[in-house]
């Protein structure tokens, strides 16, 4: 026989080698952020929506409480969603001919709701419930973010299996005195201890059974 | 046998019709001061690469470092995961099961072992390489069926290409090749 | 080396070089006119699986014939079937190798991959017989956004690390002993594709004394980590049942019972092909009678311990006072299912005794028929433990009844297609019988001066 | 199959024959043969109607019956088992293995009150119930509320209300005659019957049977993907969501209460169905196992509202579905850690025992042995 291979081909050999170890690296790398990233969570992202109905004018620029619209977050598991009668209220007497707010009067008249999109969406096998975080001293901003900046809603945080786990193993590091729930401005000055204490005065579970949210 | 070279050449190369032959030459060429050996074989003789001086490969060593490695890496990556990350009740069994994580650690152990050796073997051997010079000798395809060659290196001390040429000569091959680098 | 009065292992009158150009000319060579028309008609059979497995992932597992209580049916039966086929190869390779058996030498190849084929129809089984087939990889361990990994005391997850590091394991072991004979492919191929293919294949193996060092070196590494790997792995499946609380499944004899009964029927179907082999390729100068007599022992002696096995499951029915174990051994006696005990029985207990007779051992037919009993035989076997166990459990309320539906079959028959097709690749494009060791023991075996070399 | 003439009516009709029915009498359903109940219902069975006048609306004397040479396939989830009576030379097939292994197996405890009063823990006593503590595990702590149920068979009399409000409240799929025939029901809740005595004159009795809970649950242990794990109130949880199917667990579980979704049992594309659901439950898909949660969802709210009130549930706050609607009350659910609780009342009685507890499952849902109080002369006559 004679030379099949040009020398050349001892470096290609060798470079395809650590080219595939680094190509299956890159490859995992990609996956794990994109499983993570917002094409997979919506984390961050401004959905469209029917109204475009700005968090930060109402909550930061005109003070109004969350409680005034989420009606139902300390009894229910769900927060709810306002209707367009509670929108009416004040927009009866202001911007009341803005073409903007036209949806709203128009579900005003006829009765149908506005259909939201929905922003924050759990699986249908996840049984998530508002009350008992509240009544435990979950504030609102510790799921939502800083929903008061926020021009257009969007989702702050991933929803993830883990990142609910993060909280629910250390709930210490994310309480907060319940008179503070509705606050999206408060820090605490020391979590550690006020969040040890916090713990012990709400008996807090954190329960890490599965059967906590699935069912 | 080539006579204009253009490079200065690889090695010249003796072919032998048996493993006799082969071993009588390397113990001549020994003898003769030569150090650069390579023989080829069609087959594995233990007394050829012993006769080159190769008694211990470093291979055992590597293979137990990577079954080390493996079952390290199995019974903690099964600790952590019972015990540490997520500890839950699972029919009513303790979260630290040693015994249930002899398996997977025991067949960690074998795989890693087993790659350090496929990898470590290739490595020993500075494989893949698919161009060598000992290639441009036509005959040298018959090394994978029944012939034994003997290459001296051009870079040994003693090497010099007539005289080498001629004491290969000597012990009595079916031919003597140069080898083009 | 022969004894006498025992036929050789390589017949007389071989060289290094007869046997390298007899065995890679099959290679490289055109393939006679049935090797197409068997390829043929095994292809067709993988596509009637691909066709079952695409029905299956639409529809959901409930076009097999399982229920409740009998919720493993084909799928783990021919999983364990499989599985147990593939141990011969590892064996005649590693094990057969540390016991300096050289006979074991013009087997050893196709016995690997044998093994390579089985384990992955194996492996296919476990896949699909999950109602979720997509997900399947949760049983991997990876770093995951849930944060949940698998529950390392099932004996699935063991399986699953079992069964990859033993497919891992094989390729690489054969792959290593293929790289001699990839170079000297290399070196006889005319064809440029077929000279880069095998070049590459072979990664520039020369044969230098260095080379062979490290090699047999990390050869004989490599059957020593195979040996307790391959006794593991059919360790591990038949923990899927001992560790199980169902009578018939929890048994402490599994383990070494399932190792016998794996290489019992990695023998016959090692045997299975090899009849068939040795003749279309007329390889009966390397495959002898020496060869099948050999396998014809290995498998009475693994039988007997087969059948030990059966009269220890009867015996500790008894024994342990247990009245679930008693009531499932008169199940399998007495029960719905007693037609599939007593053909188990003929053909891994009785079939199996014509062995004893040494014309038997000789007589390739012969050889052939009973090694088709105990293929039979095993699947027989898994079926009793599998169905016969779950049919009738603890609470006679939920005793049930199972047959398999033609998708069962269709699935079942389709993974024979799969390793027939894959075999019939692998004779058309890679020696099948280890050419290098060969070279190495034919001096030996060959009563004439062997370096002694036709022009 | 039979013909039934009634004057001049007539229907074709299934035979079952059952033991203890009166002899030259036969027992016609009403309310099947529907051909408008949908997808599952829709034809399946016979329309007794025909048979009925308003001038004898229960009762029909007269009527003859002619076999007739059709075949007709009866699907039923399981055998009717004759206890206490071993299988005759005579005995029809069917009759056999069943009962004799259901007996040996004191799966339905059954004393008179005469047997009580000499020896009140007799049902103890008829299977071997490991003692506390022989485990080669260290035992685990529930502390907070630990969910055990107790089922009186003295009170249950085979009515069927807990199956059908168990499909009720968690979304039980209906999956038709031909999945049923094939042993794959979905039922969470099923009554196992046992006939005891002779043929003639048998005793019925009715044992309810869903998920244990087992403390020492064989089905989590071999479950490859942590689909099924215990909850720190000791609820055998099943997470569908993590569920690949194996269904090693269901093979493992000796008192067979996984249910499989063989298929996609749930129609999910029909809008209107949507409201049909309980939308505190997880509609299934297909590929995974299922079982009774002990009404999980009932027990969340439960601890949800008893927490924002910053105190315990309390005993009786939770019913399971077929608790709430068992007639006879012979379901009762709570925590065993309360010593004052219901359940662990019952599970005190020395009437109390669990079924094989011998295979060491420890499991939280136990019984009550029935017990007869026969008029001995009655009995003999």
Same mark, same amino acid.
């Given at each position: 026989m004679s030379q099949i291979f040009k020398p050349s081909t001892n470096t290609l050999a060798r470079v395809s080698m650590f080219g595939a170890i680094f190509f299956l690296a890159i490859l995992a790398w990609v996956l794990v952020t994109l499983n993570r990233s917002s094409l997979a969570t919506r984390q961050g992202i401004v959905l469209q929506q029917p109204v475009p109905f700005s968090h930060d004018h109402h909550v930061a620029g005109l003070g109004i409480s969350c409680l005034y619209c989420h009606t139902t977050v300390e009894e229910s598991s769900f927060a709810g969603i306002p209707p367009s009668a509670t929108c009416m209220n004040c927009h009866k007497l202001i911007w009341n001919e803005s073409p903007m707010l036209e949806p709203v009067r128009e579900s005003y008249r006829t009765g149908r709701p506005i259909e939201w999109t929905r922003v924050h969406d759990l699986p249908d096998f996840v049984y998530f419930d508002h009350s008992i975080h509240v009544a435990k001293g979950i504030g609102c901003a510790s799921c939502h973010?800083?929903?008061?900046?926020?021009?257009?809603?969007?989702?702050?945080?991933? &929803?993830?299996?883990?990142?609910? &786990?993060?909280?629910?193993?250390?709930?210490?590091?994310?309480?907060?005195?319940?008179?503070?729930?509705?606050?999206?401005?408060?820090?605490?000055?020391?979590?550690?201890?006020?969040?040890?204490? &916090?713990?012990?005065?709400?008996?807090?579970?954190?329960? &890490?059974?599965?059967?906590?949210?699935?069912? | 046998m080539s006579k204009a070279a253009t490079k200065p050449e690889f090695a010249l190369m003796a072919e032998f019709r048996s493993s006799r032959e082969l071993l009588h030459a390397i113990e001549q060429s020994q003898a003769a001061g030569y150090t650069q050996l390579e023989a080829y074989t069609p087959y594995p003789i233990e007394e050829v690469w012993e006769a080159l001086g190769q008694h211990k490969s470093k291979l055992p060593l590597i293979v137990l470092i990577g079954g080390i490695v493996g079952a390290f890496t199995g019974y903690l990556l099964q600790y952590w995961v019972s015990v540490i990350n997520?500890?839950?009740?699972?029919?009513?069994?303790?979260?630290?099961?040693?015994?249930?994580?002899?398996?997977?650690?025991?067949?960690?152990?074998?795989?890693?072992?087993?790659?350090?050796?496929? #990898?470590?073997?290739?490595?020993?051997?500075?494989?893949?390489?698919?161009?060598?010079?000992?290639?441009?000798?036509? +005959?040298?395809? #018959?090394?994978? +069926?029944?012939?034994?060659f003997l290459a001296i290196g051009s870079w040994d001390p003693k090497y010099d290409r007539r005289a080498t040429e001629e004491f290969l000569l000597g012990l009595d091959p079916f031919e003597v090749n140069e080898v083009a680098s | 080396m022969t004894a006498p009065g025992k036929p050789p292992i390589v017949a007389p009158g071989h060289t290094p070089g007869s046997v390298t150009d007899q065995i890679s000319s099959i290679v490289l060579t055109r393939m006679p006119r049935w090797w197409w028309a068997a390829f043929g008609a095994s292809f067709a059979l993988v596509m009637m699986l691909l066709y079952a497995l695409t029905k299956l992932v639409f529809e959901g597992t409930g076009i097999w014939g399982l229920n409740i209580p009998v919720g493993w049916g084909?799928?783990?039966?021919?999983?364990?079937?499989?599985i147990g086929i593939g141990h011969a190869g590892t064996l005649i390779s590693a094990i057969l190798l540390l016991l300096r058996q050289e006979w074991r030498t013009s087997i050893n190849r196709f016995a690997e991959?044998?093994?390579?084929?089985?384990?992955?129809?194996?492996?296919?089984?476990?896949?699909?017989?999950?109602?979720?087939?997509?997900?399947?990889?949760?049983?991997?361990?990876?770093?995951?956004?849930?944060?949940?990994?698998?529950?390392?005391?099932?004996?699935?997850?063991?399986?699953?690390?079992?069964?990859?590091?033993?497919?891992?394991?094989?390729?690489?072991?054969?792959y290593v002993g293929l790289v001699p004979d990839l170079a000297t492919l290399r070196d006889r191929a005319r064809q440029r594709l077929a000279k880069i293919t095998y070049g590459f294949l072979s990664m520039g193996w020369r044969g230098s004394a260095t080379?062979?060092?490290?090699?047999?070196?990390?050869?004989?590494?490599?059957? @020593?980590?195979?040996?307790?790997?391959?006794?593991?792995?059919?360790?591990?499946?038949?923990?899927?049942? =001992?560790?199980?609380?169902?009578? @018939?499944?929890?048994?402490? *004899?599994?383990?070494?019972?399932?190792?016998?009964?794996?290489?019992?029927? @990695?023998?016959?179907?090692?045997?299975?092909?090899?009849?068939?082999?040795?003749?279309?390729?007329?390889?009966?100068?390397?495959?002898?009678?020496?060869?099948?007599?050999?396998?014809?022992?290995?498998?009475?002696?693994?039988?007997? *311990?087969?059948?030990? @096995?059966?009269? *220890?499951? *009867?015996?500790?029915?008894?024994?342990?006072?247990?009245?679930?174990?008693?009531f499932?051994?008169?199940?399998?006696?007495?029960?719905?299912?007693?037609?599939?005990?007593? =053909?188990?029985?003929?053909?891994?207990?009785?079939?199996?005794?014509?062995?004893?007779?040494?014309?038997?051992?000789?007589?390739?037919?012969?050889?052939?028929?009973?090694?088709?009993?105990?293929?039979?035989?095993?699947?027989?076997?898994?079926?009793?433990i599998v169905v016969t166990s779950l049919h009738r459990d603890f609470l006679p309320s939920s005793w049930g009844m199972y047959a398999g539906t033609r998708w069962d079959w269709a699935i079942f028959v389709g993974s024979i297609g799969l390793f027939l097709a894959l075999l019939f690749l692998f004779i058309r494009f890679l020696p099948m019988i280890s050419i290098f060791e060969m070279r190495t023991i034919v001096p030996k075996t060959q009563a004439r001066e062997p370096d002694e070399v036709s022009p | 199959m039979?013909?039934?003439?009634?004057?001049?009516?007539?229907?074709?009709?299934?035979?079952?024959?059952?033991?203890?029915?009166?002899?030259?009498?036969?027992?016609?359903?009403?309310? !099947? $043969?529907?051909?408008?109940? $949908?997808?599952?219902?829709?034809?399946?069975?016979?329309?007794? !109607?025909?048979?009925?006048?308003?001038?004898?609306?229960?009762?029909?004397?007269?009527?003859?019956?002619?076999?007739?040479?059709?075949h007709y396939e009866l699907a039923s989830t399981q055998l009717h088992s004759n206890i206490g009576l071993a299988p005759g030379p005579n005995e029809e097939p069917g009759f056999g293995v069943e009962g004799v292994e259901a007996e040996r197996r004191h799966l339905v405890r059954v004393g008179t009150l005469e047997h009580f009063r000499q020896e009140p823990d007799f049902a103890q006593h008829m299977g071997h119930t490991p003692p506390e503590g022989l485990s080669m595990y260290p035992p685990w702590d529930f502390p907070g509320y630990a969910w055990g149920?107790?089922?009186?068979?003295?009170?249950?009399?085979?009515?069927?209300?807990?199956?059908?409000?168990?499909?009720?409240?968690?979304?039980?799929?209906?999956? $038709?005659?031909?999945?049923?025939?094939?042993?794959?029901?979905?039922?969470?809740?099923?009554?196992?019957? !046992?006939?005891?005595?002779?043929?003639?004159?048998?005793?019925?009795?009715?044992?309810?049977?869903?998920?244990?809970?087992?403390?020492? /649950?064989?089905?989590?242990?071999?479950?490859?993907?942590? /689909?099924?794990v215990h909850s720190s109130e000791g609820l055998n949880d099943m997470v569908y969501n993590r569920c690949v199917g194996t269904r090693y667990c269901s093979n493992n579980c000796p008192y067979k209460v996984r249910r499989f979704n063989f298929f996609k049992y749930n129609d999910t594309e029909t809008p209107v169905l949507e409201l049909l659901r309980n939308p505190d439950v997880t509609v299934r898909t297909r590929g995974v196992m299922e079982k009774c949660t002990y009404c999980v969802q009932r027990i969340n709210h439960a601890r949800i509202e008893a927490e924002k009130e910053e105190r315990q549930i309390r005993d009786g706050e939770i019913q399971t579905a077929c608790q709430q609607v068992c007639p006879t009350e012979a379901i009762v659910f709570g925590d065993v850690n309360d010593p004052e609780s219901k359940v662990s009342d019952a599970k005190a009685k020395p009437l109390a025992y669990d079924i094989l507890a011998e295979l060491g499952t420890r499991p939280r849902t136990s019984y009550l042995a029935k017990l007869r109080n026969p008029n001995s002369t009655l009995e003999e006559s």
């Open positions: 973010g800083r929903v008061d900046q926020m021009p257009l809603m969007y989702q702050a945080e991933s &929803l993830q299996m883990e990142w609910c &786990l993060e909280c629910h193993r250390a709930p210490e590091m994310f309480i907060r005195p319940r008179t503070e729930i509705y606050n999206m401005e408060w820090v605490s000055t020391d979590q550690e201890t006020e969040g040890a204490r &916090l713990i012990a005065d709400y008996r807090v579970q954190s329960k &890490l059974s599965c059967s906590v949210c699935h069912r | 997520y500890p839950v009740n699972v029919g009513g069994r303790p979260l630290h099961s040693w015994v249930s994580f002899i398996p997977v650690t025991f067949e960690t152990t074998i795989l890693f072992a087993a790659g350090a050796a496929v #990898l470590g073997m290739f490595a020993l051997n500075r494989l893949p390489m698919p161009y060598h010079p000992v290639f441009n000798v036509p +005959r040298f395809a #018959l090394a994978s +069926r029944d012939r034994y | 084909f799928a783990i039966i021919n999983f364990v079937w499989w991959a044998m093994t390579l084929f089985a384990v992955a129809c194996a492996g296919l089984f476990p896949l699909i017989h999950v109602g979720r087939p997509w997900l399947a990889y949760w049983l991997l361990p990876y770093p995951n956004t849930m944060d949940i990994w698998p529950q390392f005391r099932s004996p699935l997850v063991w399986d699953v690390f079992a069964v990859t590091t033993y497919a891992t394991v094989s390729l690489l072991f054969w080379h062979w060092h490290n090699y047999e070196t990390a050869y004989l590494l490599l059957a @020593g980590l195979a040996t307790p790997l391959v006794v593991s792995v059919h360790t591990v499946v038949s923990f899927d049942f =001992a560790v199980g609380q169902l009578p @018939g499944w929890h048994a402490t *004899i599994f383990p070494p019972y399932f190792v016998a009964g794996a290489i019992f029927a @990695g023998f016959a179907m090692v045997i299975t092909l090899a009849v068939p082999l040795r003749t279309l390729f007329d390889l009966k100068d390397f495959i002898t009678i020496r060869h099948l007599q050999n396998m014809g022992k290995v498998m009475l002696a693994t039988g007997l *311990i087969v059948a030990y @096995g059966y009269v *220890i499951e *009867i015996f500790m029915a008894w024994y342990s006072g247990n009245w679930f174990e008693e499932m051994i008169l199940n399998r006696i007495q029960g719905p299912y007693r037609m599939q005990w007593y =053909a188990l029985l003929l053909c891994n207990v009785l079939a199996p005794q014509l062995l004893w007779i040494k014309r038997v051992r000789s007589t390739p037919a012969l050889l052939f028929v009973v090694a088709m009993f105990v293929n039979v035989g095993m699947w027989l076997e898994r079926f009793v | 039979v013909e039934v003439t009634v004057d001049d009516r007539s229907l074709e009709l299934p035979v079952w024959i059952l033991p203890g029915h009166a002899d030259g009498s036969m027992t016609i359903h009403l309310g !099947y $043969g529907r051909t408008r109940t $949908g997808r599952v219902g829709s034809g399946s069975g016979f329309d007794a !109607y025909r048979l009925r006048t308003s001038r004898a609306p229960w009762h029909v004397a007269g009527a003859r019956i002619r076999k007739i040479a059709k149920l107790s089922i009186d068979l003295g009170a249950c009399t085979g009515c069927n209300a807990c199956v059908v409000a168990c499909q009720s409240e968690n979304n039980i799929p209906i999956v $038709g005659k031909e999945m049923v025939a094939m042993g794959r029901e979905m039922h969470w809740i099923r009554i196992d019957r !046992y006939f005891e005595g002779e043929l003639e004159h048998p005793h019925v009795h009715h044992q309810p049977v869903m998920c244990m809970h087992c403390e020492q /649950a064989p089905c989590e242990v071999v479950c490859p993907v942590g /689909a099924t």
